[in-house]
């Protein structure tokens, strides 16, 4: 089946995985399926039902904070690709994935750009705990 110029322009925008086109549990999916896992392989590896996963892919719930970092980091894939559709994904129909040696490499730095980001987060959230507790000692001198 041969795409129309149109069709091929829109996936090579990333269209189909757009914000307004695609959802969070859309592209939760396409990212399993690129990964080449079942939901029941996912599920297990998050440590949620395979009905929870489901929900999510069908959109019936969100996934927290905590279990979406970790499946965009599973999945090679960034935690704004999953919400947004923007930034580290899957590869669009109509375009040609890496080469599997690159697939590789690529997913290892989508993982890992994802728990930096996750540690960013973390950090930020100390240094914010820290300042309270140094302005709460001064406050006592």
């Given at each position: 089946?041969?795409?129309?110029?149109?069709?091929?322009?829109?996936?090579?925008?990333?269209?189909?995985?757009?914000?307004?086109?695609?959802t969070l549990g859309d592209r939760i999916a396409a990212?399993?399926?690129?990964?080449?896992?079942?939901?029941?392989?996912?599920?297990?590896?998050?440590?949620?039902?395979?009905?929870?996963?489901?929900?999510?892919?069908?959109?019936?719930?969100?996934?927290?904070?905590?279990r979406l970092t970790t499946m965009a980091g599973m999945?090679?894939?960034?935690?704004?690709?999953?919400?947004?559709?923007?930034?580290?994904?899957?590869?669009?129909?109509?375009?040609?994935?890496?080469?599997?040696?690159?697939?590789?490499?690529?997913?290892?730095?989508?993982?890992?750009?994802?728990?930096?980001?996750?540690?960013?987060?973390?950090?930020?959230?100390?240094?914010?705990?820290?300042?309270?507790?140094?302005?709460?000692?001064?406050?006592?001198?």
């Open positions: 089946m041969t795409q129309s110029a149109e069709t091929q322009s829109y996936a090579q925008e990333g269209g189909y995985y757009a914000a307004d086109v695609a990212a399993r399926e690129e990964a080449g896992m079942t939901a029941k392989q996912l599920a297990k590896r998050l440590g949620v039902k395979t009905s929870t996963l489901e929900d999510w892919e069908e959109d019936r719930a969100d996934p927290r904070a905590n999945l090679g894939v960034s935690v704004g690709w999953l919400l947004t559709g923007e930034g580290a994904g899957v590869t669009p129909p109509g375009q040609t994935a890496p080469a599997p040696g690159m697939a590789k490499v690529l997913a290892d730095l989508r993982a890992m750009k994802s728990d930096a980001e996750a540690l960013a987060i973390r950090i930020a959230q100390v240094e914010k705990a820290l300042q309270a507790t140094m302005a709460e000692e001064r406050r006592d001198e």
